[in-house]
């Protein structure tokens, strides 16, 4: 288990060139860019989401990985929540593995609960271009994340866009995120901070 803490900043589109070219001027280098498909899966009566919490299965470069969040209250962008992560054979959850993980830390009823009952809700597939930076000492991920999310309902997909920066702490102090969240919001027209998960967001575009 581990504590994600990151800053989530929306991004408008006519940004997304002078943020990635901030990125590179201030990491002296290119960004790596990754695509990552994801499936969020929940119950029909989606028991995760009621339990705050949310379940994704991700295909990335280095192979498919399922992940377990809870979802806390953000506030000014800023997201702390619990993270379970670990890599599948393929392209299926494997929830024992993740129950016995979750159980450990006495987190794991809703999901033991959802367990039988799981399907697909929602989709979010991005590009994610990345960088490693100093600040102040602490070491952030910084990501410029375009793509959409899709959402089946009825016979009809449903699309909202994806555009926007997460800057997460990988060591050092949290007040490092709010700094560089500063400079960007001066450099950038229009960016701001956004208190909504991609799943939260995922949620809202499948119950219309």
């Given at each position: 288990?581990?504590?994600?803490?990151?800053?989530?900043?929306?991004?408008?589109?006519?940004?997304?060139?002078?943020?990635?070219?901030?990125?590179?001027?201030?990491?002296?280098?290119?960004?790596?860019?990754?695509?990552?498909?994801?499936?969020?899966?929940?119950?029909?009566?989606?028991?995760?989401?009621?339990?705050?919490?949310?379940?994704?299965?991700?295909?990335?470069?280095?192979?498919?990985?399922?992940?377990?969040?809870?979802?806390?209250?953000?506030?000014?962008?800023?997201?702390?929540?619990?993270?379970?992560?670990?890599?599948?054979?393929?392209?299926?959850?494997?929830?024992?593995?993740?129950?016995?993980?979750c159980d450990e830390a006495g987190v794991s009823t809703a999901l033991s609960d959802a367990a039988a009952t799981l399907i697909p809700l929602f989709r979010t597939d991005f590009t994610r271009t990345l960088w490693a930076?100093?600040?102040?000492?602490?070491?952030?991920?910084?990501?410029?994340?375009?793509?959409?999310?899709?959402?089946?309902?009825?016979?009809?997909?449903?699309?909202?866009?994806?555009?926007?920066?997460?800057?997460?702490?990988?060591?050092?102090?949290?007040?490092?995120?709010?700094?560089?969240?500063?400079?960007?919001?001066?450099?950038?027209?229009?960016?701001?901070?956004?208190?909504?998960?991609?799943?939260?967001?995922?949620?809202?575009?499948?119950?219309?």
């Amino acid at each position: 288990m581990a504590i994600e803490r990151e800053i989530k900043l929306a991004l408008p589109r006519d940004q997304v060139d002078a943020a990635l070219r901030l990125f590179e001027t201030r990491a002296g280098e290119p960004g790596r860019a990754v695509k990552l498909e994801n499936v969020y899966f929940d119950t029909p009566a989606l028991t995760l989401a009621r339990a705050k919490s949310a379940l994704r299965l991700r295909r990335a470069p280095e192979g498919w990985l399922q992940t377990f969040k809870t979802i806390g209250v953000a506030q000014n962008g800023l997201h702390a929540r619990h993270e379970w992560e670990m890599p599948v054979a393929g392209e299926a959850l494997e929830i024992g593995k993740l129950l016995h993980e979750c159980d450990e830390a006495g987190v794991s009823t809703a999901l033991s609960d959802a367990a039988a009952t799981l399907i697909p809700l929602f989709r979010t597939d991005f590009t994610r271009t990345l960088w490693a930076l100093e600040v102040d000492g602490a070491q952030v991920e910084a990501a410029v994340d375009q793509g959409e999310i899709t959402a089946d309902v009825n016979g009809a997909t449903r699309r909202r866009p994806i555009c926007e920066i997460e800057l997460e702490l990988k060591a050092g102090d949290e007040a490092a995120l709010h700094t560089l969240a500063a400079e960007l919001a001066k450099a950038l027209p229009g960016v701001a901070p956004d208190d909504t998960s991609k799943a939260q967001r995922g949620y809202k575009l499948r119950e219309g």
